[in-house]
């Protein structure tokens, strides 16, 4: 009888090899079991506020910094506070930012489900684990007592927690009440400790936070879990190693902890991120409009602005300024060590600075066609009507002009954000005025239609278009005819755009260019002579 092959199999994580060699290698760059894992953990039950966006961003940054992965939960397991579409609005969001997840609910992944509320059987069977190990109990207490007892608590001035009562019922009660199928949650049996833990951005960190609550509910009566249970359990199921999130959550962590020791589980780094203050230190309110990030969006900024925004709010970075960088290079700025333990401030302006920026890096750079058709797009929705005939319609929505009006309006600060020139102020650069708006000009001192037909002249022989040149022409044009400046050039602003105010006269004309001006001052002359 042939004698058997002799095969040598070596095991990583549940996979088979034949060599020591190919089993390392596997493990090490396939499975990278020590890899960092974070995960932004929202709940569905609202706009994702820059705070939010503030967390994924750093969790994010980590991640990428670290060659780890970046993971999306969504923490729905309080079914009264959900809002629906927010779980859709926030992943549109974070891919609008760039965030993009490398495991959520749309992504999937090997640790799913990524919703909290398609892992019920889950939390079952791992709070099992604790009530049998004798860490969590079933609790029997009526909504009514608890009541009677947090008023009771509130009379005496005292923080209302709960008194721990059903920890102490033997087993054959507990046996009783359950054969009765009365109501019940699960508790955890909380513990005094005067244990530390190493926060990565507030350093040694302690709370003894049975002193301050009574034993915490688990899981709910209708069979979903709370949040503490939920994220305990799923950050170690999903390997996550490094928890970043907000201050908020600092005085949950012990709990956690001591969680994690109940499973037995070892619990992963902590970093809690600054809170954030208003720029003149008050209280941030969550409601506050001009915060979410989508409103945000609507009103036209760049996701790279703000993501600039947030990453002044706490730090992180060797430098100041982080205005002008995308993601990949906040990702090779980033560190962890550098992220600020004070609150942060939030101060708006920095968002327009930060746009600005980025407006004038695309403007001159390889999205220079993309903003120009952007802008195209938008001019010719809100001016469909009175862009002119199709000779002038070409010429405004020709990629030349609008790039020119974009080089203009960048260099000398004029705008923040693209749409802002569809502002009234900036309507001389699309469309002739409305007769309503040069109609007064009939009422000026001086007879606008004689100025507009010297001021055609003039400016026909100019050949060099520019500030200079049309200044020197203009102002010779109304000394000669002995006119007031001040008078004339209110006129020809009125002419040229139907606007009392804005840039002046000679740049108006320069930006929107010799044939464009010549047209404009015609139509007025028009319009004033014909009735
Ligand atoms: N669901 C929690 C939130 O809404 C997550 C907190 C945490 O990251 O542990 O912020």
Same mark, same amino acid.
């Given at each position: 009888?042939?004698?058997?092959?002799?095969?040598?199999?070596?095991?990583?994580?549940?996979?088979?090899?034949?060599?020591?060699?190919?089993?390392?290698?596997?493990?090490?760059?396939?499975?990278?079991?020590?890899?960092?894992?974070?995960?932004?953990?929202?709940?569905?039950?609202?706009?994702?506020?820059?705070?939010?966006?503030?967390?994924?961003?750093?969790?994010?940054?980590?991640?990428?910094?670290?060659?780890?992965?970046?993971?999306?939960?969504?923490?729905?397991?309080? !079914?009264?506070?959900?809002?629906?579409?927010?779980? #859709?609005?926030?992943?549109?969001?974070?891919?609008?930012?760039?965030?993009?997840?490398?495991?959520?609910?749309?992504?999937?992944?090997?640790?799913?489900?990524?919703?909290?509320?398609?892992?019920?059987?889950?939390?079952?069977?791992?709070?099992?684990?604790?009530?049998?190990?004798?860490?969590?109990?079933?609790?029997?207490?009526?909504?009514?007592?608890?009541?009677?007892?947090? $008023?009771?608590?509130?009379?005496?001035?005292?923080?209302?927690?709960?008194?721990? =009562?059903? =920890?102490?019922?033997?087993?054959? +009660?507990?046996?009783?009440?359950?054969?009765?199928?009365? @109501?019940?949650?699960?508790?955890?049996? @909380?513990?005094?400790?005067?244990?530390?833990?190493?926060?990565?951005?507030?350093?040694?960190?302690?709370?003894?936070?049975?002193?301050?609550?009574?034993?915490?509910?688990?899981?709910?009566?209708?069979?979903?879990?709370?949040?503490?249970?939920?994220?305990?359990?799923?950050?170690?199921?999903?390997?996550?190693?490094?928890?970043? $999130?907000?201050?908020?959550?600092?005085?949950?962590?012990? *709990?956690?902890?001591?969680?994690?020791?109940?499973?037995?589980?070892?619990?992963?780094?902590?970093?809690? @991120?600054?809170?954030?203050?208003?720029?003149?230190?008050?209280?941030?309110?969550?409601? !506050?409009?001009?915060?979410? %990030? +989508?409103?945000?969006?609507?009103?036209?900024?760049?996701?790279?602005? %703000?993501?600039?925004?947030?990453?002044?709010?706490?730090?992180?970075?060797?430098?100041?300024?982080?205005?002008?960088?995308?993601? #990949?290079?906040?990702?090779?700025?980033?560190?962890?060590?550098?992220?600020?333990?004070?609150?942060?401030? @939030?101060?708006?302006?920095?968002?327009? #600075?930060?746009?600005? +920026?980025?407006?004038?890096?695309?403007?001159?750079?390889?999205?220079?066609?993309?903003?120009?058709?952007?802008?195209?797009?938008?001019?010719?929705?809100?001016?469909?009507?009175?862009?002119? #005939?199709?000779?002038?319609?070409?010429?405004?929505?020709?990629?030349?002009?609008?790039?020119?009006?974009?080089?203009?309006?960048?260099?000398?600060? $004029?705008?923040? *954000?693209?749409?802002?020139?569809?502002?009234?102020?900036?309507?001389?650069?699309?469309?002739?005025?409305? +007769?309503?708006?040069?109609?007064?000009?009939?009422?000026?001192?001086?007879?606008?239609?004689?100025?507009?037909?010297?001021?055609?002249?003039?400016?026909?022989?100019?050949?060099?278009?520019?500030?200079?040149? %049309?200044?020197?022409?203009?102002?010779?044009?109304? *000394?000669?005819?002995?006119?007031?400046?001040?008078?004339?050039?209110?006129?020809?602003?009125?002419?040229?755009?139907?606007?009392? !105010?804005?840039?002046?006269?000679?740049?108006?004309?320069?930006?929107?260019?010799?044939?464009?001006?010549?047209?404009?001052?015609?139509?007025?002359?028009?319009?004033?002579?014909?009735?």
């Amino acid at each position: 009888m042939a004698a058997p092959i002799k095969t040598c199999f070596y095991v990583t994580n549940g996979n088979y090899f034949r060599t020591k060699r190919i089993a390392r290698i596997w493990g090490h760059f396939i499975l990278r079991p020590h890899s960092v894992r974070v995960r932004f953990a929202p709940s569905p039950t609202g706009m994702l506020h820059l705070g939010g966006l503030r967390t994924a961003l750093y969790n994010y940054l980590f991640a990428k910094s670290q060659k780890g992965t970046f993971i999306l939960r969504i923490e729905d397991t309080d !079914q009264t506070r959900l809002v629906p579409g927010a779980m #859709d609005k926030l992943e549109g969001i974070l891919s609008w930012t760039g965030l993009v997840p490398d495991e959520g609910p749309r992504q999937g992944g090997s640790y799913g489900p990524y919703i909290q509320s398609q892992r019920l059987a889950i939390y079952q069977e791992n709070i099992q684990k604790l009530l049998q190990n004798k860490t969590a109990y079933p609790c029997f207490c009526t909504p009514k007592r608890l009541e009677l007892l947090r $008023r009771d608590a509130v009379r005496r001035g005292e923080t209302p927690k709960y008194d721990n =009562r059903c =920890r102490h019922l033997t087993s054959d +009660e507990v046996t009783e009440r359950l054969e009765k199928k009365l @109501l019940h949650v699960v508790r955890f049996k @909380l513990e005094h400790t005067t244990d530390t833990w190493e926060d990565l951005v507030k350093g040694p960190s302690s709370h003894d936070v049975a002193n301050i609550e009574g034993d915490p509910v688990l899981m709910k009566s209708d069979g979903f879990p709370t949040y503490h249970f939920a994220n305990v359990v799923d950050d170690h199921l999903m390997k996550v190693t490094h928890v970043l $999130r907000g201050d908020e959550w600092q005085p949950s962590t012990m *709990k956690h902890i001591l969680l994690y020791r109940a499973f037995d589980w070892s619990p992963p780094h902590f970093a809690h @991120l600054p809170l954030i203050v208003n720029k003149d230190g008050t209280k941030l309110s969550k409601r !506050q409009g001009d915060l979410h %990030v +989508e409103n945000i969006k609507n009103r036209g900024y760049f996701p790279e602005a %703000v993501l600039n925004l947030v990453t002044k709010i706490g730090g992180g970075f060797d430098m100041d300024g982080t205005n002008g960088m995308g993601l #990949d290079e906040l990702t090779q700025k980033f560190s962890i060590e550098k992220v600020k333990s004070s609150h942060g401030r @939030l101060d708006m302006q920095t968002l327009d #600075d930060a746009n600005l +920026e980025h407006l004038r890096i695309k403007v001159n750079g390889a999205e220079r066609s993309l903003i120009i058709d952007q802008l195209r797009e938008l001019v010719s929705t809100a001016y469909s009507e009175r862009l002119g #005939d199709a000779s002038i319609t070409d010429h405004i929505l020709s990629s030349q002009y609008i790039g020119s009006i974009l080089d203009w309006a960048v260099s000398e600060k $004029r705008i923040i *954000k693209t749409n802002d020139l569809l502002d009234s102020k900036f309507s001389f650069l699309w469309t002739t005025p409305q +007769e309503q708006d040069i109609a007064d000009l009939k009422n000026s001192p001086v007879s606008v239609p004689d100025l507009l037909h010297g001021c055609i002249t003039t400016l026909d022989t100019v050949r060099d278009f520019d500030i200079g040149h %049309v200044t020197q022409s203009l102002r010779s044009l109304i *000394k000669d005819e002995k006119l007031k400046m001040n008078t004339c050039m209110h006129c020809l602003r009125k002419s040229l755009s139907g606007l009392q !105010q804005g840039p002046p006269v000679a740049e108006m004309m320069t930006i929107i260019g010799k044939k464009n001006t010549i047209q404009r001052l015609k139509h007025t002359m028009d319009v004033l002579t014909k009735s």
